[in-house]
T-cell receptor
């Protein structure tokens, strides 16, 4: 099972600041997903990155996949209180005979203060 | 929109009881998953199922069993509940695929074992 390390574990910032969170592995990712989990809800998929060096943007969120496909980052510009939540990265272990399963990192708990 | 429904948001049980957590999805997904989520440990996979009556152990199956008699329903069973099974339990579903499939989560069941 691939191990994913996320950093930082906790992040508390003021509204309007920029931030970056990271997801790293010692193994190569086949693909990587980022989820956000808001209080009292289940995680929701934000993006999937597949190609090394890939950059995807989702409004103020920018996702980058490392060239070697062993790391990924999520950058938020001008953070807002609505960005508060737990950010999880996850990668698939493909299994030919029994379906695919995700391995999750421990998450970064982001708090954006008004 | 995909809907994954967990039968209870909050549940309180006593040590030694047999506990059933139910999950239903409405998108004809082949794969279904049960995770537990604990602070600092992220999401850990308990069991998953890629077809009716099929199941596979995840990373922490001890003390749990599952049942999938119908495609849309996946049940998690705590055979004899213990206090260390107090946790948030999340159900998810996805289409079969080699990877990159998003997982869709329910809103979780917060289970307390007294």
């Amino acid at each position: 099972t691939q191990l994913l390390e996320q950093s930082p574990q906790f992040l508390s910032i003021q509204e309007g600041e920029n931030l970056t969170v990271y997801c790293n592995s010692s193994s190569v990712f086949s693909s990587l997903q980022w989820y956000r989990q808001e209080p009292g809800e289940g995680p929701v998929l934000l993006v999937t990155v597949v190609t090394g060096g890939e950059v995807k943007k989702l409004k103020r969120l920018t996702f980058q996949f490392g060239d070697a496909r062993k790391d990924s980052s999520l950058h938020i510009t001008a953070a807002q209180p609505g960005d508060t939540g737990l950010y999880l990265c996850a990668s698939y272990t493909a299994r030919e005979t029994s379906g695919s399963r995700l391995t999750f990192g421990e998450g970064t708990q982001l708090t954006v203060n008004p | 929109d995909v809907k994954v429904t967990q039968s209870s948001r909050y549940l309180v049980k006593r040590t030694g009881e047999k506990v059933f957590l139910e999950c239903v999805q409405d998108m004809d997904h082949e794969n279904m998953f049960w995770y537990r989520q604990d602070p600092g440990l992220g999401l850990r996979l308990i069991y998953f199922s890629y077809d009716v009556k099929m199941k596979e152990k995840g990373d922490i199956p001890e003390g749990y069993s599952v049942s999938r008699e119908k495609k849309e329903r996946f049940s998690l069973i705590l055979e004899s509940a213990s206090t260390n099974q107090t946790s948030m339990y999340l159900c998810a579903s996805s289409f079969w695929g080699a990877g990159n499939q998003p997982q869709h989560f329910g809103d979780g069941t917060r289970l307390s074992i007294l």
